[in-house]
């Protein structure tokens, strides 16, 4: 079963870039749809980008701004940078996976996530 | 955008009741080159990630047990949980992925009564 594990700083200073890293174990990056969503705290969930194949990547357009997905084949890893970030910004990360269903070749939902990583946005 | 709305925003219901969640889609989520309606539900608990429970409105995930279930086509949906346990305390979100940017419901609580 693969595994998704979020890294990066807990605390960003206001202004400043956000860099987060969703490492996958037991499978590949490749062929599938790697997402980042938040939850701000007493919040409900936001949806971020994807990045599809290291190449095609889709933005929310109310982030579209300010936000980078990448992905590293070589480290099995997709990465998130938001930068000029505020408080509003304050939120548990999660990267997850876009499940697809072999039998059918349909997708069906966010079927592998990460634990999330809290980060905060403060000076 | 399509905008999800989930009622109520919260839910008290006893132990082995019925708990019934609605969603509703700001537009049609089925997929018309495969009559699948892309609406997953979700079940998230403090301090863990959401967990799948069901996907293409009406498919349980692999391991979600058969008290979860969903219905619904189009703009309408339900989650059904047939006989409540104190494990489903939870908040239960909705989410389309038929277009970016997916959306998610608002998130209804439930509770035991």
């Known amino acids: 079963q693969v595994q998704l594990q979020e890294s990066g700083p807990g605390l960003v200073k206001p202004s400043e870039t956000l860099s987060l890293t969703c490492t996958v174990s037991?499978?590949?990056?490749?062929?599938?749809?790697w997402n980042w969503i938040r939850q701000p705290p007493g919040k409900g969930l936001e949806w971020i980008a994807y990045?599809?194949?290291?190449?095609?990547?889709t933005y929310n357009p109310s982030l579209k701004s300010r936000v980078t997905i990448s992905a590293d084949t070589s480290k099995n890893q997709i990465s998130l940078k938001l930068n000029s970030v505020t408080a509003a910004d304050t939120a548990v990360y999660y990267c997850?996976?876009?499940?697809?269903?072999?039998?059918?070749?349909?997708?069906?939902?966010?079927?592998?996530w990460g634990q999330g990583i809290l980060v905060t946005v403060s000076s | 955008d399509i905008v999800m709305t989930q009622s109520p925003d919260s839910l008290a219901v006893s132990l082995g009741e019925r708990a019934t969640i609605n969603c509703k889609s700001g537009r049609s989520v089925l997929y018309p080159s495969n009559n699948k309606n892309y609406l997953a539900w979700y079940q998230l608990k403090p301090g863990q990630p959401p967990k799948l429970l069901i996907y293409w409105a009406s498919t349980r995930e692999s391991g979600v047990p058969d008290r979860f279930s969903g219905s619904g086509s189009g703009t309408d949906f339900t989650l059904t949980i047939s006989s409540l346990q104190a494990e489903d305390v939870a908040v239960y979100y909705c989410h389309q992925y038929y277009t970016t940017p997916y959306t998610f419901g608002q998130g209804t609580k439930l509770e035991i009564k």
């Open positions: 037991d499978g590949s990056i490749n062929n599938y749809y």
């Open positions: 990045i599809y194949n290291s190449g095609t990547t």
């Open positions: 997850a996976r876009l499940g697809l269903s072999y039998v059918s070749g349909s997708y069906k939902g966010f079927d592998q």
